[in-house]
Structure formats: structure tokens, C-alpha cells
């Protein structure tokens, strides 16, 4: 699975815990070169130091602001002269019935989790076309594909996320890049901590501790699509764990 990985070189927002850090941790032990970008720049410094990256490899970076993600990618071709793999991750959950008007907490939804994708791409879509490859990676979910009752605003950015992505698909063609799509469903991160809504964050708190599965299953997810020939492209790829029904 990590054939073709060796000396890529992957740019991960999201990457100073939950399923971007887990996924550093297996390309870095597959020969990629990684740089590293989050808000919490002492926990990316404590992973760089710990998969011996460098502190020129990791980046404090808001998904939100638009020249931040820029910087980071440049940092990036800076660096290495290129970059081949793109993995938009951060993302918030935020979970409550629309009838609550969390207002705020839908703007950040829709800041990271749809914003925060366009800005990944549109940092690193230049430098692909001109490369002529790359692989663009963004993050979805099971409830992209289905809406539960308080997470409307949440699937709503996840749908979004598949929406972005096929379109993406489609206009990326000329230029042999590749695109794919990861809708994981309960993964052990800290993305229900997201959820302050009372109620909805004890009921979420309860289910992840039921069901989650490791976060290597997302990251074993980003091998297997990185890691096929040129001529393949993995454009989705659903899983969840074993027992979690929707």
C-alpha cells in the first residue's frame, strides 16, 4: 500500500492532532515528505519532533484566512519544488438543532468546513497545473451522504465538500490531477469536542465512545488512494465503523 508514496511531498491541514497527525505519522514512515499546518503550533511542534520532520515542516495555519493556507502551501513548493498531494482536513462539528440558532457556530461551519477547502485548493491547484499531477484530498463524511436531525448545518458543509470535489473531478482533467474524496463515519479524534450544544454533546460524547474506530483507519485510507498508479484516481472512498448504522 505504500508503493508510489516515497518522496511525495503532502500537505495536511488539520495536521496537529485527530486523523491529519495519525496520517502524518503513516506517510512519514512511507518515505513522504510532509508540512504540517494548524492553529496549535505547540502541538505541531511536538509532532514534528516526534516524527523528526524539522520546524521548518510544520506551519501555524487558520483554514479561514485565506493567505495563511497560501503560505503554507508555498511553504511547501519552497521547500521541496513541488507539491504532489493535497489533504484539506481540518474541518469543525459543531452539532445542534436549527431551532437552537447557533448562528455563530454555523458561520464557523461553513468557514472551515467549505471555506477551508476552496482555500486548500486554490493554494495548491497553480502548482499543479503547472506540474501536470498532484492529487487533491478532501474530507467529507457519512453525513455527507446522510442528514441526521441536529446536524443539518454540519452535513450541509459535507455535502458541500462532495459537491466541491466532483466538480473539481471534472475540470481537473487536462492536467492529470487526481481527486478524492474520504467520508469517514465515528473516528477516535477530537472533533466531538466541537459539539457545546446541551445535549447534543453528551449524546455525542456517548456514541464516539461506543463506536469510534482508530484514526489509523482513516490514515491507511489516504495510503491506499496516494499509492496507486498514475492512471488510477480513488474519487471516493465511504467507510465507518463495523456497528455504527447510519
Not at 154 to 177: C, D, M, Q, T, W
Request: glycine share 8%.
Amino acid at each position: 500500500m505504500t508503493q508510489g508514496i516515497d518522496n511525495k511531498v503532502v500537505v495536511i491541514t488539520g495536521g496537529s492532532s485527530g486523523l491529519g497527525a495519525e496520517t502524518a505519522r503513516h506517510l512519514t514512515r512511507a518515505g513522504a515528505k510532509v508540512v504540517l499546518g494548524a492553529r496549535r503550533l505547540d502541538r505541531l511542534h511536538a509532532l514534528a519532533e516526534e516524527l523528526d520532520l524539522g520546524t521548518e515542516s510544520v506551519m501555524q495555519t487558520d483554514v479561514t484566512d485565506h493567505a495563511q493556507v497560501q503560505a503554507l502551501v508555498k511553504r511547501a513548493v519552497d521547500m521541496h519544488g513541488r507539491i504532489d498531494v493535497m489533504l484539506n482536513n481540518a474541518g469543525v462539528m459543531p452539532l445542534s438543532p436549527l431551532e437552537m440558532l447557533r448562528i455563530e457556530e454555523w458561520n464557523q461551519t461553513i468557514d472551515v468546513n467549505i471555506k477551508g477547502v476552496l482555500y486548500g485548493i486554490a493554494a495548491a491547484l497553480p502548482h499543479m497545473q503547472t506540474q501536470k499531477s498532484g492529487q487533491i484530498i478532501n474530507v467529507s463524511s457519512v453525513a455527507g451522504h446522510v442528514v441526521s436531525a441536529g446536524g443539518v448545518v454540519y452535513s450541509a458543509s459535507k455535502f458541500a465538500v462532495r459537491a466541491i470535489s466532483e466538480g473539481l473531478r471534472k475540470e481537473v482533467k487536462p492536467y492529470n490531477i487526481r481527486s478524492t474524496i474520504l467520508s469517514p463515519g465515528a473516528v477516535d479524534t477530537e472533533l466531538p469536542a466541537s459539539t457545546k450544544a446541551e445535549g447534543m454533546a453528551q449524546a455525542m460524547r456517548a456514541f464516539y465512545e461506543r463506536n469510534a474506530i482508530p484514526a489509523s483507519s482513516f490514515a491507511r485510507c489516504v495510503l491506499f488512494a496516494m499509492s496507486q498508479p498514475e492512471e488510477v484516481d480513488i474519487n471516493e472512498i465511504l467507510f465507518r465503523p463495523t456497528h455504527q448504522e447510519f
